[in-house]
Structure formats: structure tokens, C-alpha cells
């Protein structure tokens, strides 16, 4: 290895410390399969009791709920980075977490309005009216959860 690349040693977060970022930081990356193909979209999260819960604004000619039923493992990254003057200086985290994904009961508590509102940030549409969009909620429960600081 070249002897002046920089390197920044990184430990392991405790499970109190994955658990605290994961409520202060509502949002990630959730990576998703079909075959050889992958799909990676930003969204919003809401971790409560070990589980990531997902809303998704679906519409008949998207993707998404067709990537989430062919992935058996999904991945979902949350993470942060404080840039500074000096890359030396530079600190950050991230937590990984794998496991499968499924859509949520209709019939689940989290599908009340008020909790949605609550728990998550306002749903982004983009060129979709209103009524094009089915509200559908996913929840992830991690089967390898991990995070990693400096």
C-alpha cells in the first residue's frame, strides 16, 4: 500500500449508540434486488423497537413495490459526515442494516394518519396528482445491524 495514503481508523458503535442514531436520524439509502439488478432509493425511516418502518408513495408505473418483492435481503444505510477544514479532522458514522423487507397490514397501527404524520416527514411527490399516489408502509426488521464511527 502507498506509504502517504490517508487513513482514518474507525471502532465499532455500541448497540446504545446504533439505537440513538437510528432515532436522532430519520432518513438512509435502502439498496434493493431483482436478480442482477439493484436499486437504490433516499427515503424517510421510523425505528421503533428494533424495526425500521418505510412509507413509500406508490404509484401503478413504479418500481419500488416491484424491487421489494423480488429482494430477499434488503439493505438500508444510515449515515452522517461532518466535513471540516482539515480531511484529517473530518469525523462520521454509519450504521448498515440487512434483513428482509415487507410490506406493513393495512390493518397495522402505524397505518393511522395522525402516527404517519407524526413519525415521518411529509411524503414527496413529484410530477404524480394526489390520487395517483397508494400510501403503502414496509418494515424492515434487521437480521445483521452494525454501525461504525471516528
Known sequence: MDPD???AYTRAMSQAEIESRLRDVGH?????ADGDDSYAIPLY?????????????????????????????ATYVVF????TAEAAQER??????RGPIERVPRSHPVYDVQ??????????????AHDEVELTLYELQPEV????QN
Open 5 to 7: 495514503v490517508r487513513f
Open 145 to 148: 445491524l452494525s454501525g461504525r
Open 45 to 73: 425511516h421510523h425505528y421503533e423497537d428494533g424495526t425500521f418502518f418505510f412509507r413509500l408513495g406508490e404509484t401503478p408505473d413504479n418500481s419500488k413495490g416491484d424491487y421489494i418483492e423480488t429482494t430477499e435481503t
Open 28 to 32: 438512509g439509502v435502502l439498496s434493493l
Open 80 to 83: 452522517e459526515a461532518e466535513e
Open 92 to 97: 462520521g458514522w454509519s450504521v448498515i442494516a
Open 115 to 128: 402516527y404517519v404524520n407524526e413519525q415521518f416527514a411529509p411524503i414527496r411527490i413529484f410530477d404524480e
